[in-house]
């Protein structure tokens, strides 16, 4: 629709964006019948592509998931409109538009499709159309190079995904998903292999860990409203897509969830890790992603082995916990993506050392940066403690109430929790405190200006979604109730029991909340009245007592990160380029510090190397010599037709 | 008897050409076989001799015993060449490699489980002798004028394959057929000359310059 109207910019913005906002209105108000009813709604047409038909469904599970997915793409595309803005006249931004239509048609039918034909079709749309998006800058060579990567990583996944869907269809005889669910795979054998192929196929769209290396190279080189979607949403259909295969795949044996919340620690820790190690604001939200990811992941760890020891509280803690941090994640990602995006266009840079001292001259893009930053953190006053809550105590409870081969990988996965906890409030102080506080770094930030009200409002809705998830903790995890009840199986009343069970002492938390920002708005008040009449000064804010202080002298993002990415060094491989003072009267000094990916240095570059050295040698059978070639069709001919006769 | 003197005349043609440097006798050679196999369904199908025969015995030779070789004749002329020089495989070699294709072929022919028409003993051998000398002289030889022979060669040996095997071969393929090597001789010979224009050389071999 967008392509066929005028070549002017500014209408394009507003129809890509407002078309993608009414088709998001639309789309929510079922969903959230959906999601208060437990009800199912269903679409069949018929489909002259072979073994598909077009058939959607929209039950709680993909409700839940819809929900977040519409209301981003929302925001995102609004702020987009303002985002864009500056490539006005210099870039057509038709295309661009065409192609944020597509990844959000995509993705909703990926949640709907109930045929893998219909399914697989979906998802190629969601990559190719979020290829077309990364490659926005696409005469940067970077950005190509990025755009590539995604492109083999989404291929490779969507590799193992067809086999899965193939096996599957083998093993029941049908492409319908309701058939898959219904019938399930009940021998052992290929429920393994499918289990696996399952994992990495939907993990690498998710970002799990070994094969995450698409996302720290993809998310920076994108535009920041589509890195927010990307990184908020799009990701999470990886999640889905497992959950999805999971209700395929009967009943799972223990090791599954060991896997899953194994993959959910590696995953978790050194994403964190290498989040703590970045200098470049929307490389290190790239690795949070990472880490989140992980964190559902081991919410649903917990779930699987909830459902293969039979016991419901870790299945109701467990994926609700997880769920809940899908849609968690969706708001303060996109909400951290989108502030990024604000700097990036205010300053001209990404990079956490050229920056500094922001608060003063974008005051509500910090505001609603820090929201995002103590929320990402799981810190209490926010929506992300809610669900990394219900985790602990899933896991806590689990762990308590069973023995032995469930409960020490329960007990791990509690303390793996609070050191990525622990670590990602570093990570997102370094962020905040870099970015926003202090002295200006470099020249960058002279000229930084607050955003335009089309880039502030979605931030701020999505700092409001924050709070109020945590406000109203106690209704949003009630509201899983449904969509617990149609993936598991479980009884209502059991699902309510376990539920109510999270819900009491969150709701100490919440009375807590409430308190405590009842106390800070006394204070604030408090001290405005104090200081009413009197002189209030403003300095410098890093004086210290020197005469002559510069913003050099501040922390950068390496020296506030280094007591952490020295303790773990040999995980994070950090290399540092150390040129020390030397002499009485040193004259220069410098240090570089930098962290390579290590999956991407230590396992894909050589892998793919040593594969396009052995392809290469296929070459010397193409070498533009017509009589060789026809010598080829020849012998084949010849051999085939003895091969017959013989 | 008529069609076996003829199938081996179309034999020894074909040993002619792998044995022949002159690019001006392969022409004519070519030619004369391309003539004989004009006139083969006529005697394959004397007894039932209609238009239908005639008329398209009469097509194949304009065709292949006037119209191509006065193309490729032509061809020539422009790019001033009379001889394969240094073809990759040797004109002895060439013949000894044509003696094993003919055993081959007749092993093949044996063994083929096809309804010949009684008097074709020789006619499925002989034709896929030609495919096979078609083939070999389009990969062993450098000059692009010897690739079309060898692809003219190769569409007689299929020209009479289906003429010995399916005698009610509909009119409309056959004339397909024909039409398809008249503009494939057609094509190469005006690529011939623009490839020499261009280059200064028709050597099929140093076209991989070409390549990407």
Known sequence: MVLLLSRVDRDFSWVGAGSVVIAAVSGCLPAFGVLLHGSVEQLRLPWSVPFGEFFIELDPLSAWFLMPTLVLSALSAIYGVGYLRAWQGRRSLGPSWFFYCLLVLGMMFVLLARNAVLFLMAWELMALASFFLVTFEHERESVRKAGWIYFVATHLGTAFLLVFFLLLGRETGSMDFTVWAEKGVRTHGPANVLFLLAVIGFGTKAGFMPLHVWLPEAHPAAPSHVSALMSGVMIKTGIYGLLRALTFLGVPPLWWGWGLIAIGLTSGGLGVLFALAQHDLKRLLAYSSVEHIGIITMGLGVGLLGVSTDSPVLVVLGFGGGLLHVVNHALFKGLLFLGVGAVLHGSGTREIDHLGGLLKRMPWTAAAFLIGAVAISGLPPLNGFVSEFLIFLGAFQGGVSTGGAVAVPLFMLVAGLALIGGLAVACFTKAFGIVFLGEPRSEHVAHAHEAEWTMRLPMLILAAGCILICLFAPVVVGSLKTVLESMTGLQPLVVDENLAAAISPLSFVVLGTALFLALLAALVLLRRHLLEHRRVETDVTWRCGYAQPTPRMQYTASSFAQPLTDLFGPLLGTRKIISPPRGLFPAEAALKTMTPDFSHEAVYRPVFGRVHEWLSQLQRLQHGKVQLYVLYIAVTLIALLVWELR | ?212
């Open chain 2, 1 to 212: 008897m008529m069609t076996d003197l003829i199938l081996v005349l179309v034999v020894l043609t074909n040993l002619k050409l792998l044995g022949s440097s002159r690019l001006g006798s392969s022409i004519r050679v070519v030619a004369a076989q391309g003539v004989m196999l004009g006139l083969l369904p006529i005697l394959v199908h004397v007894h039932e001799l209609s238009l239908h025969f005639a008329a398209l015995a009469a097509g194949t030779v304009a065709l292949k015993g006037v119209v191509f070789p006065w193309l490729l004749f032509r061809a020539l002329r422009e790019a001033e060449v009379t001889r394969e020089v240094e073809p990759y495989v040797g004109y002895i070699t060439s013949i000894l490699i044509g003696l094993a294709a003919l055993a081959t072929s007749f092993w093949l022919g044996g063994r083929l489980p096809v309804s010949t028409g009684e008097p074709a003993s020789l006619l499925v051998p002989s034709a896929l002798f030609s495919i096979f000398v078609g083939l070999f002289l389009i990969v062993a030889r450098k000059r692009a004028v010897n690739q079309v022979l060898g692809f003219l060669v190769m569409e007689n040996g299929i020209y009479t394959f289906g003429v010995g095997v399916v005698a009610e071969l509909p009119f409309l393929v056959e004339l397909g057929v024909l039409l398809d090597a008249f503009v494939a001789v057609f094509v190469m010979g005006i690529a011939i000359y623009h490839i020499n224009r261009e280059f200064d050389h028709i050597e099929v071999n140093r076209l991989d310059q070409l390549k990407g």
